[in-house]
């Protein structure tokens, strides 16, 4: 093979893996915008352990992630986020404390641990 061919297999070959590539990232994010839409930034922003709290129902949960989904798990159950959300009551906090919470945590706690710097506001889905 000549210099000329080698030079347009691989400029062929890497305009081929970036194309491929840009159609998988496009893929992943309209995935997200398909799932959770004007929530999709939540799914962004949050990390795994982040503190869930939804005011109406006086539930609090923590978040888990996978590739493409987010849950709540609170202490019976996980949930899809979809089935426990109201966009109109939800905080969700970050975990300052180098050490974790317990798990059995409630809703009566919850101004404690705010009060203790325990945790800081990342996002408020409250009006």
Do not use: C
Not at 90 to 118: A, H, M, Q, R, W
């Amino acid at each position: 093979m000549n210099k000329k061919f080698k030079i347009i297999l691989v400029t062929l070959s890497l305009i081929v893996v970036g194309m491929a590539l840009f159609i998988a990232i496009g893929l992943y994010g309209m995935e997200i915008e398909d799932r959770y839409g004007d929530n999709q930034d939540i799914f962004y922003r949050s990390r795994q352990g982040d503190i869930v709290v939804n005011h109406q129902t006086k539930e609090l949960g923590e978040i888990k992630k996978t590739w493409t989904r987010f849950y709540v798990v609170n202490k019976l159950d996980t949930i899809d986020t979809n089935d426990w959300w109201d966009d109109k009551n939800i905080e969700i906090y970050k975990v300052t404390d180098s050490e974790p919470l317990d798990k059995s945590y409630n809703y009566s706690e919850f101004e404690k641990l705010k009060e203790e710097g325990k945790l800081e506001l990342k996002k408020k889905l409250r009006q």
